[in-house]
């Protein structure tokens, strides 16, 4: 019998799904049937331009436009994006980073067109760069002035928009790149304290508003399978900034201390093998962080059970948002106080990450902080990566029809059609659309907003207010951000090879047997990432894993040109050229980056890695790819001894 006294429920946190594709109208068309759905929230995904300050008719957009998420290049496409979607009712959350002042300023132009005032908006940029520069790669800027535009952005959101959250602090990608739980909750409450003693030392906010602005401060986090552990690392994440808002910061008000974040349960340990298992993977991570009320989050999405394949279609992502559903709204879940509260084992778990956070938090912040540190940063997360992959490539960490129980029968789920494909057309209508969106504006008033910019940046002003004059005006994301790297300059971020370099030198020493027997000396591969591409783990792990099968590795780091590729195989000489796409452009960059090798006089052959569906395999054979590894391929050893043969093979032909 159930008792017939119903219970009070808690309300259920946001449900988004982190979504974007192709076009403004497309996307409009997708995140307006989610909404219908159920969905209660926006996540905007955009596209490898956008998120790097790139109008689609750039170079190094070629091939990447509208393919892991949505265009947005000027205002025209963020009133399309958002029509029908009042901004003064909905709470939008948008991965956008090195250019998040841009995109702020186009949502707040397309707001003010419709009479919504800056104080009714209500949603979060990610706005997160020391993890661009440690893990996902979208950024543009070196560290200090991308510090200066999300002071800039907290300050303007403090006085203009307060229910806006400025930063999200990001610790997911750490997780995706190898971070342990003690490093994720370590790295991103560094990052946060470094904004924050910014923010207060840059004399734009009163002491009178920093609470405000502590209470600002969100936070994305990943949610592994190991979801007791992650239920305890949520806890001690939220013990910690109550810790840091208290001590640090004299925040005497206990909710603004509040820790408050969002979710997506973790994409890297989603298997293009046997996929179907990536569904149960998906609820129990969930689980992580919806069991603990007193560390439950404020906002989820699921990865679609396919991301492992390529681009999930609506259906998937319907899916992951009905599991969201029947746990907030048919268990009991939402009935109850923290049910682990008391618990022994939750309790020592979460005492020994905080305690272990919070010394390496620590240490980071006397090394000047997280912005002074990436460089030691990064190496420490390439080492984590390269322990977590040699433990499944021994066995020491089962991977469920990966390295263990591999046997299969067919799945109903297979087949060509089981993701989604970006209409390549789509590419040419975007580059056709911002030239008649520049065409058709009032030159004059964009290179008037285009100077004011350009003033702002050289001069410390608020760049807030001169980004939504220049969106009204007509100006583009490629235009916005030329400006500032004019004025700021662009970093190239360590690539951290050369800190995991020699750890995994006992599975791969059948391999270095091998290449000491290679007449001619160390075969030289040559490791290269074209195109916007940011997501470098795949690359870095086995440039780490040939250092230490003991070839020569060239590696030079993320966003490269074909013809900057060639460039750099003409004069390296490599034997193997080995390239890493995970964007879903390989169909494009490929076969230009073969034909600019071929073009400087390199025959080298060339290896490919990355998410490549199935049906693409036999076109990019046919067109000079020596060989294909995508993420099933995880024994490493075989993978380098692979390598290690091509290259033998390529010498011997030279000859």
Known sequence: MTDPITPRRDDPWLMRTYSGHSTAAASNELYRTNLAKGQTGLSIAFDLPTQTGYDPDHVLANGEVGKVGVPVAHLGHMRTLLHSIPPA??????????PAA?????????????????????????????????????????PAPSKRLIVDMVAWCAHNAPKWNPMNVC???????????????????????DILDAVRASGKVSDEQFPQVFASISFF??????FVEEVCKMRAFTELWDRIGLERYGITDERARRFRYGVQVNSLGLTEAQPENNIQRIVLEMLAVTLSKSARARSVQLPAWNEALGLPRPWDQQWSLRMQQVLAFETDLLEHEDIFNGSHVIE???AELRDAAWQEMSEI????????????????????????????????QTVVGVNRFTESTDSPLSGADNILKVDHRVEQQMIDDVVAWRE???????????????????????IMDASVELAKAGGTTGEWGEV???????????????????RRTTELADVAEFVRTIPGGPPKFLVAKPGLDGHSSGAEQIAVAARDSGMEVVYSGIRLTPAQIAASARDEDPDVVGLSILSGSHLQLVPDVISELAAVGVTAPVVLGGIIPESDRANLLANGVTAIYTPKDFDIARIMRDIAEIAATYRKSQK
């Open 484 to 502: 500032l790297r004019q004025v700021f300059g662009e970093y190239r971020a360590p690539t951290g090879v050369g800190a995991a370099a020699g």
């Open 171 to 193: 610790s997911y990608h750490l997780q995706e790149v190898g971070a342990t739980p003690v490093q994720e909750i370590a790295f991103s409450l560094a990052n946060a304290i």
């Open 365 to 396: 912040v006397e090394m000047g902080g997280a912005f002074d540190a990436v460089d030691s940063l990064k190496g420490r997360l390439v080492s984590s990566m390269a322990e977590r992959t040699r433990r499944i490539e021994t066995g020491d």
């Open 348 to 350: 020592a778990r979460t």
């Open 440 to 462: 058709a504006r009032d030159q004059g008033a964009v290179d008037s907003a285009l100077a004011s910019l350009r003033t702002a940046a050289e001069t410390g002003t608020n």
């Open 221 to 226: 986090v990943n949610a592994g399978i190991r």
């Open 89 to 98: 009712k909905m709470n939008t959350s948008m991965t956008i980073n090195a």
């Open 102 to 142: 841009w995109m702020l300023a186009l949502y707040v132009a397309n707001a003010r067109e419709q009479g919504v005032t800056d104080t009714e908006l209500r949603g979060t940029t990610q706005n997160d760069i020391v993890k661009e520069y440690l893990s996902r790669g979208t950024y543009i800027f070196p």
